[in-house]
Each structure stands twice: as structure tokens, then as C-alpha cells.
């Protein structure tokens, strides 16, 4: 099985979560994070990722602030207002689901 296409719809809790928790980050800095939390198991690819800041930066779930490291910019993405509320939203959807899968693998425990 193709763990990846799992991780695909887990990707913005995920990112929600993270930006919650450390305040503000940079996509590189998010990739490695998520790596280093899973122990190397999830790599988030820059290809899932920038699509979905963008997506979320659009409908204003994100904030962007641009920095200069040296001659290159930065962007720092933070969770707006509106962005903390879709956070707890998405956290709710994934225990939901969790719990429904546990009705199906391990129906004891449910």
C-alpha cells in the first residue's frame, strides 16, 4: 500500500497543527519538522506543500510575512485569525475519522 496517498488528506490538519504550535514557520523549516516528528516515516514533498500554503494563504487561513536571509527572501507562514478556527475544525474532522476507523480495525477498543 501506498502510505502516501494515507498522509495526503492528513497534510493540513498536519500543517494547521504545526503552525499552532510553533507560532510561525518557513515551508523548508516545515518539511523537516514533520520529518523529524515522525521519526523520518512522513516526508512532506515541496510539490504537497507549497500548493496547499498557497491554497490556504488564498481563502485566508494563513498570514505571510517575507523576510531577507542574506540576498534571499523568506516566507513566514502563521495561522490567521480565521486560520485557528479552521485548525480546531480540522483536528475535530480527523479525530472523527480516526474513531470511525477504529470502529472497522479494532472495534473492541471503540
Do not use: D, W
Not at 503552525?19 to 514533498?45: D, F, H, N, P, S
Not at 491554497?55 to 540576498?71: C, D, F, K, P
Not at 475544525?89 to 471503540?110: D, G, H, V, Y
Request: hydrophobic share 35%; aromatic share 8%.
Amino acid at each position: 500500500m501506498n502510505k502516501t496517498a494515507l498522509y495526503k488528506g492528513c497534510l493540513e490538519p498536519i500543517l494547521l497543527k504545526l503552525l499552532k504550535e510553533q507560532g510561525r514557520m518557513y515551508g523548508y523549516e516545515i518539511t523537516q519538522k514533520v520529518k523529524e516528528l515522525t521519526a523520518g516515516e512522513l516526508k512532506i514533498t515541496e510539490g504537497a506543500l507549497y500548493p496547499l500554503l498557497h491554497r490556504l494563504e488564498a481563502e485566508g487561513v494563513l498570514n505571510v510575512e517575507t523576510e531577507y536571509i542574506g540576498s534571499r527572501v523568506r516566507k513566514y507562514y502563521s495561522l490567521t485569525p480565521a486560520g485557528k478556527k479552521e485548525q480546531a475544525r480540522s483536528m475535530t474532522e480527523l479525530e472523527a475519522f480516526k474513531n470511525t476507523l477504529q470502529l472497522i480495525f479494532n472495534p473492541k477498543l471503540a
